[in-house]
């Protein structure tokens, strides 16, 4: 990410705080080649060796306390005002930090249900609130849950941009898969020869190569999360591909779907057809209901019972999710009021989210059809940024 | 990682939790792709989705509880005996592993003092704690410190070799700067070199690409953890490169000092010279006291001291850290009495680890001598891994 495109996320945070009115957030993180806060990328740009806190105020003021050697890395970078090093420990100057600004409330990453908000380990919030244990600041800390669904959620037009550029190549790449799908190649077959492309042309994927692709090629597949296998597409096969790439940072996650003509035919047959049907109305029926200020849950109610009615099992996850530098990314999510969801499923839909739609249900004797789809949320509805797929793809 | 290395490693941290007496392991999880527990790649192997327990027992027993579906995909990786799903929570199934194992003793990943046996954030602990808040288990959790250590520090042969072979492929690599380093270079132009052949080689970077290496010429650099910038290498430049790559998902880490002559130069001025010999016979020096059961602080006492005692200043950081699967690894440091570094310059050190020994001193008017080394941990010394730089590199 360039410096100017974290200034402007460090002053969209700002904003979100006076919004929320909470006066200072701050991230405190150590060895985070080891293991990352995942709000460092976005509002800081760089790693850290040493307990390190970054502070953002609702003001739009940005100190760094850091390791004395992290000090030059940190002012090479830039994006912080103010940069302060420390030798034997940071207890002083962080204390000094916090009563230069005297916050009332305080936002730290700890969060149940989000977990991109969630980048604080258990040890460090033990350090915390042990060097503030003489201060009225350790009663004052709350979740940064908020804070950082907004800024990982709102989407500024540059990050769009980037966002709908991943889109157009990916699925310019599932067409080239559709030239490479015949009768007798494998499953891992196809994954490589996508993961090829994405090389040559210079991407990342969207999550773990182990399964990114994931390939399925007709029934009594693992049918999702699973890396593909040797298994061949053999002619009567509905198969489909879970894919996404990184681009410039921002990721897209798409699905679709084909099916392997038998001899002699040249559609598909009913049922596969009418599966196929099922999971793209279901798309179109949930994507003409989200607007801000719904719940996650309601859209994911349209779909799930849709499904219900046309007499297909229940897809056993969330409809959707927030795609941006992440491929699961953001708070809201278009999920079931199921336990393992916690809040997520009721809050609200937002102007400039990104959510996936991507029903599925499994075709008896065939395999699993579903689709895809990434929308971006507009003032009074949601548009696609992916161009839907309307027919099942027939390979001969 | 292969799957036999992640089930030597797994056997390992069943044989260490009946060393210390702790029943079983817990390693408590989510979307690992966004955040990732540093326990995972070592005795895991795959990532996750939705809240998941993965269990070590003492006896060797294995325990993956996943969202139903990650469970093919962790079936097909292998690493686990029982391998179970859920749809609506985890709960439930969590709840009854505890049952069925009954321990009285559970380690979870948190640590003030060692970031890698902190990967459990604070949100997931207050889930896990709601979960067990009607057992008897909640009282039972403990620190996986010593678990997550003793398995991180204490190399398997497998691993040794690894580790070897990354470290003779850097100094190969060195040799290559070595080749590059002219007058009128400058710092980014020898970090791009060395980063092209570590790319054709095929090898990882052993830390941020940002700074590895990190190359510093002449008097006034930042000196450490910065990365290169347009300085042109001068005659009369003392320049330093800090280095590792990753083979095979094992770390090297090492530093080399080189001087540029003068005109009408032979070789390195007296001041010069005297700086490197200091840095030099310091590592000679602590490397010899090096042996199980000395705290690490120790052994940082000596270079340390020894670098004061010849007028020079103190090195800001410690003398050194553990290399491994990362570039800062395992528990113990040798390191300072400074509260920055927690108990970790007390812990013993221990057979079979492996360490940097790299102090630092600025010769005025030239720039820093420094050099890194590698030692592995014997039953009553230490090793070399790496062959010590014994002469000052000079370019012409």
Not at 23 to 50: A, H, Q, Y
Not at 140 to 166: D, F, H, Q
Request: negative net charge; contains cysteine.
């Amino acid at each position: 990410m360039s410096k100017e495109m974290i200034l402007e996320k460090i002053q969209q945070a700002a904003q979100t705080l006076k919004e929320k009115k909470i006066d200072m957030w701050l991230i405190f993180v150590r060895e985070s080649s080891n293991i990352k806060d995942p709000s460092m990328d976005m509002v800081v740009g760089t790693n850290c060796t040493w307990q390190t806190a970054y502070i953002i105020t609702k003001d739009g003021d940005t100190t760094a306390i850091l390791g004395s050697l992290d000090v030059p890395n940190m002012k090479t970078i830039g994006t912080y005002k103010n940069v302060v090093g420390y030798v034997k420990s940071i207890k002083e100057p962080l204390l000094a930090a916090f009563n230069k600004y005297r916050p009332n409330k305080i936002a730290i990453n700890y969060s149940r249900d989000s977990n991109l908000a969630d980048g604080l380990t258990h040890g460090m919030y033990l350090e915390l609130i042990d060097y503030l244990k003489d201060t009225p600041y350790a009663d004052r800390l709350v979740s940064s849950e908020e804070i950082v669904n907004t800024l990982r959620g709102r989407k500024t037009p540059s990050e769009l941009n980037l966002m709908k550029a991943a889109i157009k190549e990916t699925l310019e790449i599932f067409d080239e898969a559709t030239k490479f799908i015949k009768v007798g190649v494998s499953e891992k077959e196809i994954a490589a020869h996508m993961k090829k492309i994405v090389k040559e042309r210079g991407f990342g994927l969207s999550w773990e190569a182990d399964y990114c692709p994931s390939v399925f090629t007709g029934p009594d597949t693992a049918g999702a999360h699973a890396g593909p296998t040797d298994r061949k597409v053999q002619p009567g096969h509905v198969l489909n591909i879970d894919f996404g790439i990184s681009y410039q940072g921002y990721c897209s996650d798409l699905q679709r779907t084909w099916y392997i003509l038998k001899e002699g035919e040249s559609k598909a047959p009913e049922e596969v057809q009418k599966g196929f049907d099922v999971i793209k109305n279901s798309i179109q029926l949930s994507a003409k209901a989200m607007k801000p200020g719904k719940q996650g849950c309601e859209i994911d109610d349209i779909a799930r019972r849709y499904i219900l009615e046309n007499g297909y099992e229940e897809f056993p996850h969330a409809l959707g999710h927030q795609v941006g530098r992440m491929a699961h990314d953001g708070g809201g999510l278009l999920a079931p009021r199921w336990e393992r969801y916690g809040s997520l499923p009721f809050k609200r839909i937002e102007e400039s989210e990104v959510y996936t739609i991507e029903p599925r249900l499994p075709i008896k004797d065939y395999g699993i059809a579903t689709i895809e789809e990434e929308v971006v949320v507009t003032k009074d509805g949601c548009e696609f940024l992916s161009s839907p797929q309307q027919e099942i793809i027939l390979i001969k």
